[in-house]
């Protein structure tokens, strides 16, 4: 019997590179975008639920729970000598962001039940409704609607759309709500009442529901727009939850509720006559006894998710199945033997962070809302699939509506590499890139922004994508620097592969590059990445302010402004010089300046030191309890979501919750990227950096306080 590995988070964040290095100079990732922080991000007007990827014409499809579609058009990267070359033209006309949008389409009267592009090329795509039951297929060319078919049935999530001499689109046939049982109840009653000893010829409403049971996978041709399906297809007894298709083999990966994973081929089943077809002589084992197929059955557990990786430059194909009990299988092509189990269950995350395992990199209280989060996920059936069993009539019933909330009809997607040889998983600490022959975590892309998304679906677009030079052109103010591929003063062109993400419960898609702003300390980074380009709600227009800042903003009028850009910690164990950020944090350095001026902090002491996180003082009574502004009380929080916790050396604010500084504050020894939005960044240290690391070496009690005082003697402003 083939052993399996069992690779359990903690093995895999052992191996995590987490060097400042660009990880793509050390593994070879070229065309995996590694970056901690998300490049741009833009908006629908409700939640986003799904998006997908032409690999031939360069487009990123998203639809969100309005039945929304969005056509996006991706963008050439630019290099740095296009930049510079068209620098003079970037006021008018600013660089281009990875994505442009092209058209937008209200395709359906409620959620998407499913978006794909056609396999293997993208030349088409096609949107299920999940309460009208019409598939709408698009021309991705053309960006524009090429058919549509109203169905009348109850489409599920699962769904593949294949290019083949006509349009064939496979899509399930969901697990009906509790509404609709009802209703179908009632409906057969009415029927059976309406009986009686008289012919009356047939009853009208006798016939009314002809839904596929659930557990059929329907076929329909893009090219006849037929609403009868080609053919229907009956491998499954249980709704399907999850299909994924080899195109160079023809082969359908399926699961369903009852844990049933099958492989079957598309040609076979479209030509058999019932939809049906034994004959194992297409796929790529004899007798599916043969096989690891059974392994969710024997644990009690389905799929909710299935990527395939196709084989290439001789490597066999593998397929990955997420699973309801947050654990990953890797299954081998063509012997569809299970490989290895990397495990994602909380348990495993609590004995993790409880080992205070350096990997996680997250205080308690950052941990304990992801923790939240996760419960909040899973009380939204996000990983069972959006089903649930009856426990009394063994029924399954989908637990979403059309009036279901927006993230409720989120879905969870991992996705291959074009070469099948890295695994892109989204957890809990951000979007892990799992080298699949080694089971190692070579990457954890977004892990800066994890504090505040939690990423779900994810695809990868791959590099080269197709450019419009006129318009490209256009844009940059006429200068061929910026379509040029051939001359990079020596280096090769910028890879312009994306990562597409969606995170949970938000109304934007995430495009993260292998250029991350905020590492590169752009301007205003953070406020030109989130684009409004639809109409902002309160969260929008709270993040696109300064967080936390109370409408009577604090202006000159109401204070004196302190013009000092640098402070000296004079300390025991030697000086620390701090770059002050006055004009971004106004009240906040007035408060630090004026507690410095006026002696308040001399003598004060370090009275907490956490090795590997920071070190805290500005409490005059040097238990953490005390300390006040020069207001007296507390102040507003003057938070900048330029100003983050994303490096070392980042000097905060200590508060006990949303606007209630004093004169307490940190340094922190390791990015903290948890504490963005909740604590005010006024300062970055420059000089000093080893009195830092000198002060967090002293020993501690169990309570974070140093056994020896260290002090504050003086702070000098200039």
Same mark, same amino acid.
């Given at each position: 019997?083939?052993?399996?590995?069992?690779?359990?988070?903690?093995?895999?964040?052992?191996?995590?590179?987490?060097?400042?290095?660009?990880?793509?100079?050390?593994?070879?990732?070229?065309?995996?975008?590694?970056?901690?922080?998300?490049?741009?991000?833009?908006?629908?007007?409700?939640?986003?639920?799904?998006?997908?990827?032409?690999?031939?014409?360069?487009?990123?499809?998203?639809?969100?729970?309005?039945?929304?579609?969005?056509?996006?058009?991706?963008?050439?990267?630019?290099?740095?000598?296009?930049?510079?070359?068209?620098?003079?033209?970037?006021?008018?006309?600013?660089?281009?962001?990875?994505?442009?949008?092209?058209?937008?389409?209200?395709?359906?009267?409620?959620?998407?039940?499913?978006?794909?592009?056609?396999?293997?090329?993208?030349?088409?795509?096609?949107?299920?409704?999940?309460?009208?039951?019409?598939?709408?297929?698009?021309?991705?060319?053309?960006?524009?609607?090429?058919?549509?078919?109203?169905?009348?049935?109850?489409?599920?999530?699962?769904?593949?759309?294949?290019?083949?001499?006509?349009?064939?689109?496979?899509?399930?046939?969901?697990?009906?709500?509790?509404?609709?049982?009802?209703?179908?109840?009632?409906?057969?009653?009415?029927?059976?009442?309406?009986?009686?000893?008289?012919?009356?010829?047939?009853?009208?409403?006798?016939?009314?529901?002809?839904?596929?049971?659930?557990?059929?996978?329907?076929?329909?041709?893009?090219?006849?727009?037929?609403?009868?399906?080609?053919?229907?297809?009956?491998?499954?007894?249980?709704?399907?939850?999850?299909?994924?298709?080899?195109?160079?083999?023809?082969?359908?990966?399926?699961?369903?509720?009852?844990?049933?994973?099958?492989?079957?081929?598309?040609?076979?089943?479209?030509?058999?006559?019932?939809?049906?077809?034994?004959?194992?002589?297409?796929?790529?084992?004899?007798?599916?006894?043969?096989?690891?197929?059974?392994?969710?059955?024997?644990?009690?557990?389905?799929?909710?998710?299935?990527?395939?990786?196709?084989?290439?430059?001789?490597?066999?194909?593998?397929?990955?199945?997420?699973?309801?009990?947050?654990?990953?299988?890797?299954?081998?092509?063509?012997?569809?033997?299970?490989?290895?189990?990397?495990?994602?269950?909380?348990?495993?995350?609590?004995?993790?962070?409880?080992?205070?395992?350096?990997?996680?990199? +997250?205080? %308690?209280?950052? !941990? @304990?809302? &992801?923790?939240?989060?996760?419960?909040?996920?899973? #009380?939204?059936? $996000?990983?069972?699939?959006?089903?649930?069993?009856?426990?009394?009539?063994?029924?399954?019933?989908?637990?979403?509506?059309?009036?279901?909330?927006?993230?409720?009809?989120?879905?969870?997607?991992?996705?291959?590499?074009?070469?099948?040889?890295?695994?892109?998983?989204?957890?809990?600490?951000?979007?892990?890139?799992?080298?699949?022959?080694?089971?190692?975590?070579?990457?954890?892309?977004?892990?800066?922004?994890?504090?505040?998304?939690?990423?779900?679906?994810?695809?990868?677009?791959?590099?080269?994508?197709?450019?419009?030079?006129?318009?490209?052109?256009?844009?940059?103010?006429?200068?061929?620097?910026?379509?040029?591929?051939?001359?990079?003063?020596?280096?090769?062109?910028?890879?312009?592969?994306? +990562?597409? %993400?969606?995170? !949970? @419960?938000? &109304?934007?898609?995430?495009?993260?590059?292998?250029? #991350?702003?905020? $590492?590169?300390?752009?301007?205003?980074?953070?406020?030109?990445?989130?684009?409004?380009?639809?109409?902002?709600?309160?969260?929008?227009?709270?993040?696109?302010?300064?967080?936390?800042?109370?409408?009577?903003?604090?202006?000159?009028?109401?204070?004196?402004?302190?013009?000092?850009?640098?402070?000296?910690?004079?300390?025991?164990?030697?000086?620390?010089?701090?770059?002050?950020?006055?004009?971004?944090?106004?009240?906040?350095?007035?408060?630090?300046?004026?507690?410095?001026?006026?002696?308040?902090?001399?003598?004060?002491?370090?009275?907490?030191?956490?090795?590997?996180?920071?070190?805290?003082?500005?409490?005059?009574?040097?238990?953490?309890?005390?300390?006040?502004?020069?207001?007296?009380?507390?102040?507003?929080?003057?938070?900048?979501?330029?100003? &983050?916790?994303?490096?070392?050396?980042?000097?905060?604010?200590?508060?006990?919750?949303?606007?209630?500084?004093?004169?307490?504050?940190?340094?922190?020894?390791?990015?903290?990227?948890?504490?963005?939005?909740?604590?005010?960044?006024?300062?970055?240290?420059?000089?000093?950096?080893?009195?830092?690391?000198?002060?967090?070496?002293?020993?501690?009690?169990?309570?974070?306080?140093?056994?020896?005082?260290?002090?504050?003697?003086?702070?000098?402003?200039?």
């Amino acid at each position: 019997m083939t052993s399996i590995r069992k690779r359990h988070h903690d093995e895999l964040a052992n191996d995590h590179h987490d060097s400042s290095t660009p990880i793509s100079q050390t593994t070879p990732l070229q065309d995996i975008p590694t970056t901690h922080h998300y490049a741009v991000s833009y908006m629908h007007r409700s939640t986003v639920t799904h998006s997908c990827v032409s690999l031939r014409h360069g487009y990123v499809l998203t639809g969100s729970t309005d039945g929304v579609v969005k056509f996006w058009k991706r963008s050439a990267a630019v290099s740095p000598a296009a930049s510079t070359a068209a620098s003079t033209n970037q006021k008018e006309n600013p660089p281009t962001r990875c994505l442009e949008f092209v058209k937008s389409y209200i395709s359906h009267a409620g959620p998407l039940a499913a978006l794909v592009c056609s396999s293997p090329d993208g030349n088409s795509a096609a949107s299920v409704g999940f309460a009208d039951g019409t598939v709408k297929f698009y021309d991705v060319a053309s960006f524009d609607v090429a058919g549509m078919i109203r169905t009348g049935f109850p489409l599920g999530r699962a769904a593949v759309l294949l290019e083949r001499e006509e349009g064939i689109l496979l899509v399930s046939v969901r697990a009906r709500t509790k509404e609709e049982l009802r209703e179908r109840e009632k409906r057969m009653r009415g029927d059976k009442n309406n009986d009686d000893d008289d012919d009356d010829g047939p009853n009208p409403n006798s016939d009314k529901d002809k839904s596929p049971p659930p557990g059929s996978i329907l076929i329909f041709s893009s090219t006849t727009l037929s609403p009868e399906p080609l053919r229907i297809v009956s491998y499954h007894a249980s709704p399907v939850t999850s299909m994924a298709y080899h195109s160079q083999k023809q082969w359908i990966v399926s699961g369903d509720v009852s844990g049933v994973l099958e492989v079957w081929n598309v040609s076979a089943a479209i030509n058999a006559s019932n939809g049906n077809n034994d004959d194992y002589s297409l796929l790529p084992f004899q007798s599916k006894i043969d096989t690891d197929l059974y392994a969710l059955m024997k644990k009690k557990t389905y799929a909710i998710d299935i990527a395939i990786a196709e084989s290439s430059h001789g490597n066999r194909g593998l397929f990955a199945i997420y699973s309801t009990d947050r654990k990953i299988r890797l299954f081998s092509l063509p012997e569809c033997k299970l490989l290895c189990i990397y495990d994602e269950r909380m348990k495993v995350y609590d004995g993790l962070f409880a080992s205070k395992s350096k990997s996680m990199g +997250i205080d %308690a209280i950052e !941990y @304990g809302n &992801r923790a939240a989060l996760e419960r909040e996920m899973e #009380d939204a059936c $996000l990983f069972s699939g959006g089903m649930m069993m009856n426990p009394t009539t063994k029924q399954t019933v989908c637990t979403l509506t059309s009036h279901s909330d927006g993230s409720h009809h989120q879905l969870l997607r991992m996705s291959f590499d074009n070469t099948g040889k890295y695994l892109l998983l989204p957890t809990i600490v951000g979007i892990k890139v799992i080298n699949i022959r080694t089971n190692a975590v070579v990457a954890t892309v977004g892990k800066g922004d994890a504090s505040s998304l939690r990423f779900l679906h994810v695809c990868l677009c791959p590099g080269d994508a197709k450019v419009d030079q006129q318009l490209q052109l256009a844009r940059m103010g006429g200068s061929s620097a910026a379509i040029s591929h051939k001359t990079y003063e020596g280096s090769a062109p910028p890879n312009d592969s994306l +990562i597409i %993400a969606l995170a !949970y @419960g938000k &109304r934007r898609f995430y495009a993260f590059s292998h250029h #991350d702003p905020l $590492l590169d300390e752009e301007h205003d980074a953070q406020q030109s990445r989130d684009v409004l380009n639809e109409p902002p709600d309160a969260s929008d227009l709270l993040e696109a302010s300064h967080l936390g800042r109370s409408d009577n903003d604090f202006n000159a009028a109401n204070a004196k402004l302190t013009t000092a850009t640098t402070a000296i910690l004079r300390t025991t164990h030697g000086d620390i010089t701090i770059k002050l950020f006055p004009k971004e944090t106004p009240k906040t350095i007035q408060n630090f300046i004026g507690h410095a001026q006026s002696g308040y902090y001399d003598n004060v002491i370090f009275h907490r030191i956490i090795p590997g996180f920071m070190i805290q003082t500005g409490d005059p009574l040097g238990d953490g309890t005390g300390g006040e502004s020069i207001w007296g009380g507390e102040f507003e929080d003057e938070i900048r979501r330029e100003l &983050r916790h994303d490096r070392p050396f980042t000097v905060s604010m200590a508060n006990a919750g949303p606007n209630t500084n004093g004169s307490q504050f940190f340094i922190t020894t390791v990015p903290t990227p948890w504490l963005d939005n909740k604590h005010t960044v006024f300062g970055r240290v420059t000089g000093g950096m080893e009195v830092v690391m000198s002060i967090e070496g002293v020993k501690t009690d169990d309570l974070d306080r140093p056994l020896t005082e260290v002090k504050i003697l003086s702070v000098d402003v200039s």
